[in-house]
């Protein structure tokens, strides 16, 4: 079984939709917790830490639920650009970042 | 945000050449550096993680005399991976993180082509 778990996808909205990604992990002593974008054939970037308490950055938001090992993330209002892999990472206490699989994103005009 | 690049970008060589690549922190002193390795439609996996003046740490079922990893000072590790073959052809990127700091900041990745 892998450390981080993601459906691949490809998700294929419409712009303006709303849609959500999931993620499960599997290492209890797991510190932090990251979504990470990545476009193709480039290095990932960071899109937003995650933590308990919910979390938001304009139309994204993310959240963690430590007791099911769970992350979310939510996009909202779908744009062309958001088309992408988001990659769920998670930082082992021995600051290693484990990455999951990703999930392809494409919206749709 | 913090800028690490990498050289080069990207290379095509022979079976059997070595292959090395750099991977600088520009505006920061990265007191460790990560090598990742990703493969198509696969997540980064990391290779190995080095801290600068002292031996890579290498996950397990990386070989570190196939890739060889050094630190030489706060703003440059280099990897080369020796007698590359057609399997080792992959996007290696390293990322990079300062003393303070958790963030990693990625640098833009280096396509390897082994024919």
């Known amino acids: 079984r892998k450390e981080v778990e993601q459906d691949p996808g490809p998700f294929n909205v419409p712009e303006g939709a709303t849609v959500a990604f999931n993620c499960t992990y599997s290492?209890?002593?797991?510190?932090?917790f990251f979504w990470y974008r990545q476009d193709c054939r480039k290095e990932p970037k960071l899109l937003m830490s995650?933590?308990?308490s919910g979390n938001e950055d304009g139309r994204f938001t993310a959240q963690l639920n430590r007791a099911s090992q769970y992350i979310s993330l939510l996009i909202r209002d779908s744009k062309l650009s958001d088309s992408a892999t988001y990659l769920c990472v998670v930082n082992r206490n021995t600051g290693k970042l484990i990455f999951g699989q990703g999930t392809t994103l494409q919206v749709k005009p | 945000g913090a800028v690490v690049s990498q050289h080069p970008s990207w290379v095509i060589c022979k079976s059997g050449t070595s292959v090395k690549i750099e991977c600088r922190s520009l505006?920061?002193?990265?007191?460790?550096m990560f090598w990742y390795r990703q493969f198509p439609k696969q997540s980064l996996m990391l290779m190995a993680t080095s801290n600068e003046g002292s031996k890579a740490t290498y996950e397990q079922g990386v070989e570190k005399d196939k890739f060889l990893i050094n630190h030489a000072s706060l703003t440059l590790s280099t990897l080369t991976v020796t007698s590359a073959h057609p399997e080792d052809s992959s996007f290696y990127i390293c990322?990079?993180?300062?003393?303070?700091?958790?963030?990693?900041?990625f640098g833009p990745g280096t396509r390897l082509l082994v024919l």
């Open positions: 995650v933590y308990s």
């Open positions: 990322s990079a993180r300062g003393q303070v700091q958790e963030t990693q900041y």
């Open positions: 505006d920061f002193q990265a007191t460790t």
């Open positions: 290492n209890s002593a797991s510190q932090s």
